[in-house]
C-alpha cells in the first residue's frame, strides 16, 4: 500500500518491507501484517498457539527483512461472539512468547468482534542503526542472490494437510509457526547486503518485487535452490513449483556483493545461507535449470492476493 508524504523524518516510506524514520539519531522501523483464516491459516490443521506465533512471525519478518531488530508490538484480534474463550487466550500466548523469543515484548492491543472470519492484525516496532535499513531497491547488477534456509517445507505441508496425509514435523512448524529471520538479517545488514526481502508469498513473486523496487533482473538457477530434504520422496514432479512458488518459507532473499558470497557460513548463524543466481542488468525474474542454461517455465509463480 502506498501512501503520499513529504515528511523529511522518514527515511524510508510505502512500497517496502517497513517505514523507517530517524527521531532523535534513531532509525525506527514499524511494520503491520494481518492473518484472515481461510486465507492465511486454517485452525484445522493449528493450534491456537500456533495461530499466534504465526501473526507475530509473520509481522516480525518484513523488520528482518530490513536487517532490524524487533523491540515492541501490538495486536488487534477480530472474531465471531461465540469464539471461545481458550480460543482468544492461545492466540495471545502464541504472540506473547514468539515476541519474547525474538527479544521483543507485546504491549497490548485490542479485541473486536466480526460476523466474518477469524482476522489478526499485528503491528511491530524495531530499530536498527541510522541509515542502515536494507532496502527492496539496494540491488546492484553483478551482485549475487542468496537465501536462507531451505524452501518449500511449508507449501508441502500445507499440499499434504489438504489431502488428509500427515506431512513431517518440521515442515509443518514452518507452516503453522515459522520463525521470522531477525538474527540472520541483521548479521547480513551488518555485512554489507544491499537489498533484502522476505519470503512469503513464495521465491519468484517475492524476487520480482525487489527486482522490479531496484531497477534491474534477477537470474535464479534452478540447481542451487535448498530445497527441504525429502520434499522428492512427496512430490517428485513438484519440487521446483513448490520451493520457487509454494511460499509461506519466511525466510529471506539477499543480493549482496560477490566478496561476501565468500564468507556466507558466518553470516547464516544455524539457518544457513545458499547462493540462488545474480543480479543483472533488465527487469523481472528468470528461472533457469543452471547457470546459463535453459529458462524453467512453472504452471504459478506464488500466492497474490489480489
Known sequence: MGLATGDGRLAVGPGDDAAVWDLDGRALAVTTDSLVE????????????EVGVKA?????????????????????????PDTFEGTILGIQEGMVEAARRDGALLAGGDVSSTDGPLTIAVTVLGSGPPGE???????????????TGRLGGA??????????????????????APVARLAEGQRLRAAGAHA?????????????????????QLELWA????????????????LLQLGAAGGEDYELLVCLPEPLARNLSSLSGGAGVSVVGTVCPGDG??????????????????FRHF
Not at 481461510?38 to 498457539?49: A, G, I, K, M, N
Not at 535499513?133 to 537465501?147: E, M, T, Y
Not at 507449501?155 to 503453522?176: D, K, N
Open 155 to 176: 507449501a508441502a505441508a500445507l499440499r499434504l494437510l489438504e489431502t488428509g496425509r500427515v506431512p513431517p514435523e518440521s515442515w509443518r512448524r514452518r507452516l503453522v
Open 223 to 238: 540447481d542451487h535452490l535448498p530445497l527441504e530434504h525429502e520434499l522428492e520422496h512427496f512430490f517428485p514432479a513438484e
Open 56 to 80: 507475530w512471525s509473520a509481522a516480525a519478518s518484513d523488520l528482518a527483512a530490513m536487517g532490524f531488530r524487533a523491540d515492541l508490538g501490538v495486536a488487534c484480534l477480530i472474531c465471531s
Open 196 to 216: 533484502m526481502t522476505d519470503l512469503s508469498d513464495g521465491l519468484l513473486v517475492d524476487a520480482a518485487r525487489l527486482a522490479a523496487a531496484s531497477s534491474c
Open 38 to 49: 481461510r486465507v492465511d491459516f486454517l485452525r484445522s490443521f493449528q493450534s491456537p498457539w
Open 133 to 147: 535499513a536494507v532496502r527492496l531497491s539496494g540491488a546492484l547488477p553483478g551482485d549475487l542472490v542468496a537465501v
Open 285 to 302: 525474474v528468470r528461472l533457469l535449470e543452471h547457470p546459463d542454461g535453459p529458462e524453467v517455465a512453472l504452471s504459478g509463480r506464488g
